[in-house]
């Protein structure tokens, strides 16, 4: 069974940094794409990063671009989102998920809420 | 970047068929290759995939939901809808990035 397990939200003042780690299991994980999907509190879903399988080729949106980094350790099945200089709209659930060939989405976590605030 | 259009809201009686659209500001196929997806998502849960390519059920999604389109239009149907189905429903692209999703229908029971 694929398990996508997110972990490392919290609440977090403005212009600091965040980590956020998605254990992944259930599926060869060194074989597929990942990304970060979030939802702002009673929004719609926005793409936020994906990252290739072997980790060499990353996308980010314009609104993280420059201030996020998505990473990969397919050695312990985990993908990462380190968040720098975090804004008060980034404030949102943020989701892990596994990409398909064509670029959906097929399988997500539970989701980890980040709060930014002073 | 693509913009894709979604009616906020689709109220369907249980048991009827309930037709959500998405249109995309620019093409999303590629020769015969339709890139947009329907999820679904429940208030609290994760979203779902529902279609992926446009027509392609994922797996364990009931039959009764089927997906159509290419170029710039598509759509979800829900046939027959069961109280189940209530929730949101999002249209996502990968034709380019920013892969970007519509801003969600909401199915609301009659």
């Known amino acids: 069974e694929v398990q996508l397990v997110e972990s490392g939200g919290g609440l977090v003042q403005p212009g600091r940094s965040l980590k956020l780690s998605c254990a992944a299991s259930?599926?060869?994980?060194?074989?597929?794409?990942m990304a970060w999907v979030r939802q702002a509190p009673t929004k719609g879903l926005e793409w936020v990063a994906s990252i290739s399988y072997g980790g060499s080729n990353t996308h980010y949106g314009d609104s993280v671009k420059g201030r996020f980094t998505i990473s990969r350790d397919n050695a312990k099945s985990t993908l990462y989102l380190q968040m720098d200089s975090l804004r008060s709209e980034d404030t949102a659930t943020y989701y892990c998920a596994r990409r398909g060939s064509s670029g959906y989405f097929d399988y997500w976590g539970q989701g980890v809420m980040v709060t930014v605030s002073s | 970047d693509i913009v894709l259009t979604q009616s906020p809201v689709l109220a369907v009686s249980l048991g009827q068929r309930a037709t959500i659209s998405c249109r995309a500001s620019?093409?999303?196929?590629?020769?015969?290759?339709?890139?947009m997806h329907w999820y679904q998502q429940k208030p609290g849960q994760q979203p779902k995939l529902l279609i992926y390519r446009a027509s392609n059920l994922a797996s364990g999604i009931p039959a009764r939901f089927s997906g159509s389109g290419s170029g710039t239009d598509f759509t979800l149907t829900i046939d027959p809808v069961q109280a189940d189905d209530i929730a949101a429903y999002y249209c996502?692209?990968?034709?380019?990035?920013?892969?970007?999703f519509g801003a969600g229908t909401k199915l609301e029971l009659k």
């Open positions: 620019q093409s999303v196929s590629i020769s015969s290759i339709n890139l």
């Open positions: 996502q692209q990968s034709r380019e990035s920013p892969h970007t």
């Open positions: 259930g599926f060869t994980f060194s074989d597929y794409n």
